[in-house]
């Protein structure tokens, strides 16, 4: 007995439709949605892929999503990150060793040792923290990256403010008969560093004991691929983190730029004002770049800012 149809039948892929005429054998042949199967033919509906799979182009079959994150084997850009963090700090090491094998000439006991040596070692760990950002992300690297990048910037940049108030307090104490002479020396400025990290590092623990970043998957922003990614935990401490960071620059920047045109003998000032102007330049671009986009390409937006703006601090250093 060939069945009484009106139009061919719906072949995989496609589910049947009813038309409005009166004949049930009359119905169109509709594709499945994205995300869909019909692997029979004449199918009523279309089956829903399971959450880790995606139909194929035919949507005759649910194949599985592939994930994706910045991996140094398939990804350029991981592999570009790698190198430079790597060549940036060797050169940081670099000038460390130099000022550790000169701690004891004149120019580099007039260069705040202390506070220099602090400098390098805290530029040199953010260069090096890259790496917790590159590769496939687990929950003890989504917990370490953030809060050791923002307690390493954070020291960082304190030691920025210790050189500029330093160099504030030098010029005041310059004059004869000076209030500002008792301030002078390293322990103001070994005081400023230690005040305005530990500060960062508070907010730090606050965050990894409340609510932790940890890992997830990201099944729904991009269709045929699943997202490995670090969920920050609270949003709230991870901006507690980059805005105090931006306070400790911008008081940096405003300082170092009201004493930039002292004498030559305190021409750091113009240094920092450089140093912490890229820094500052970097973060504000990076924050709308940050929250348009997602997934690996977000991270490489922060790893970015990360070499850009520990190379600008470099240069805060007058050598």
Not at 11 to 17: A, F, N
Not at 77 to 86: K, Q
Not at 205 to 223: A, C, G, N, R, T
Not at 225 to 241: A, D, H, L, P, R
Request: net charge neutral; with cysteine; charged share 15%.
């Amino acid at each position: 007995i060939p069945k009484a149809r009106c139009n061919e039948p719906c072949l995989p892929g496609s589910r049947k439709v009813p038309t409005d005429g009166i004949h049930v054998c009359c119905y169109h042949c509709v594709p499945c949605s994205d995300g869909e199967i019909a692997n029979e033919t004449d199918s009523d509906i279309c089956q829903k892929c399971p959450v880790d799979t995606w139909a194929d182009e035919r949507k005759i079959i649910c194949i599985p999503k592939t994930y994706d994150y910045l991996s140094y084997e398939t990804n350029i850009i991981a592999l570009a990150f790698y190198f430079i963090s790597i060549l940036c700090s060797v050169e940081t090491l670099s000038i460390l060793t130099l000022f550790i094998i000169f701690r004891d000439t004149p120019i580099v006991k007039a260069n705040n040792r202390t506070v220099s040596f602090i400098l390098l070692t805290s530029i040199l760990l953010s260069f090096l923290c890259v790496f917790l950002f590159l590769g496939h992300p687990v929950d003890i690297t989504c917990m370490l990256r953030q809060s050791l990048f923002g307690v390493f910037f954070s020291i960082a940049v304190s030691s920025v403010l210790a050189k500029t108030i330093t160099v504030c307090i030098a010029f005041k104490a310059s004059k004869p008969g000076s209030y500002w002479r008792k301030w002078v020396g390293e322990k103001t400025s070994n005081s400023v560093v230690i005040i305005c990290s530990s500060v960062q590092v508070v907010i730090c623990v606050i965050w990894l004991s409340v609510s932790p970043p940890y890992q997830e998957y990201d099944m729904h922003s991009y269709p045929r691929k699943i997202i490995i990614q670090c969920n920050e935990g609270s949003v709230i401490s991870f901006y507690s983190v980059l805005g105090y960071m931006g306070f400790l620059s911008a008081v940096s920047f405003v300082l170092a730029f009201m004493v930039r045109t002292l004498p030559d003998s305190f021409n750091e000032a113009k240094y920092i004002t450089f140093s912490m102007l890229v820094f500052c330049s970097v973060w504000i671009a990076m924050i709308p770049a940050y929250l348009s986009t997602r997934g690996k390409y977000m991270v490489a937006v922060e790893v970015f800012a990360i070499l850009t703006s520990s190379t600008g601090l470099l240069g805060s250093l007058d050598v």
